[in-house]
C-alpha cells in the first residue's frame, strides 16, 4: 500500500529565506507527484505536477524534483514571503490497473513565513 | 471560470440525522473524486467517478455513506445516519481525464459537525 510522508510537519522561517519541503513515497510505481497548497479554511490549489518520467517542474519561484527511485520529491520554494504562509501538501498517483486518478496524500507541512 | 462549488460550507447536525453534501465540479470535467480530511488521518479519497460511473469507492468508510452522480454537474455525498466520527471536512474535486497530466481542482470543503 503507498504510503506519503512529509518532514518537517511544520516549519518557521524569516522573510527572504530559501527553503526545502521534503515528500518520501513507498511505492515508485506512480503516475505522477503533485504538489499542493492548502490555506486555512480553503481547498487545495495545485502548484506543480511532476510526470513519472520527469525530473523537476518550475513555476516562478517554485521549483519540485522528483527521484522515483528513491522515492522522495522536494519542494523548493525561492525567496520565501510571508505570503507564502500556507500547508503544503504533496500527493502521488499510483500507478495501478484502470488508470492514474487516484491520488495518495502525505499530511503535509505546515509553512510560516515571518517577516 | 467558475471553480468547484460545494454546499453547504458548514453543517452542524445532530447524531443519527441524514446529512446530504453537494458539489457541482467544473464545467468540462468529467472526473469528480470525494474526500474526506481530518487531523489523525489526513486527506483521504472516499470515492471516485469517471463519466458519472462510480469507478472505485474502496474508501468509503462503511455502508452508512453513499454518493451519487445524477448527472455531469453534480454529485451528492450522504451519511446516514451521521457519527460524531463522521466530523470532518469534506472535499470535492474534479479533474479532466486525458493522460496523468492534468492536476485536481478542488472546493473549498463542507465542514461536517456531528454533535
Known amino acids: 500500500k503507498q504510503e506519503v510522508t512529509q518532514i518537517p510537519a511544520a516549519l518557521s522561517v524569516p522573510e527572504g529565506e530559501n527553503l526545502v519541503l521534503n515528500c518520501s513515497f513507498t511505492?515508485?510505481?506512480?503516475?505522477?507527484l503533485q504538489w499542493f497548497r492548502q490555506d486555512p479554511g480553503k481547498g487545495l490549489t495545485s502548484l506543480l505536477l511532476?510526470?513519472?518520467?520527469?525530473r523537476e517542474q518550475t513555476s516562478g519561484r517554485l521549483n519540485a524534483s522528483l527521484d522515483k527511485s528513491s522515492g522522495r520529491s522536494t519542494l523548493y520554494i525561492a525567496a520565501s514571503q510571508p505570503g507564502d504562509s500556507a500547508t503544503y501538501l504533496c500527493a502521488v498517483s499510483p500507478r495501478q490497473e484502470g488508470g492514474s486518478e487516484k491520488l495518495v496524500f502525505g499530511k503535509g507541512t505546515k509553512l510560516t513565513v515571518n517577516p | 471560470d467558475a471553480g468547484v462549488i460545494q454546499s453547504p460550507r458548514h453543517e452542524v447536525t445532530e447524531m443519527g440525522q441524514e446529512v446530504t453534501l453537494r458539489c457541482k465540479p467544473i464545467?468540462?470535467?468529467?472526473?469528480l473524486f470525494w474526500y474526506r480530511q481530518t487531523m489523525m488521518r489526513g486527506l483521504e479519497l472516499l470515492i471516485y467517478f469517471n463519466n458519472n460511473v462510480p469507478i472505485d469507492d474502496s474508501g468509503m468508510p462503511e455502508d452508512r455513506f453513499s454518493a451519487k452522480m445524477p448527472n455531469a454537474s453534480f454529485s451528492t455525498l450522504k451519511i446516514q445516519p451521521s457519527e460524531p466520527r463522521d466530523s470532518a471536512v469534506y472535499f470535492c474535486?474534479?479533474?479532466?481525464?486525458?493522460?496523468?497530466?492534468?492536476?485536481?481542482?478542488f472546493g473549498d470543503g463542507t465542514r461536517l459537525s456531528i454533535l
Open positions: 511505492d515508485s510505481a506512480i503516475y505522477n
Open positions: 464545467s468540462g470535467h468529467n472526473s
Open positions: 511532476i510526470q513519472s518520467s520527469q
Open positions: 474535486a474534479s479533474s479532466f481525464l486525458r493522460h496523468s497530466n492534468q492536476p485536481q481542482h
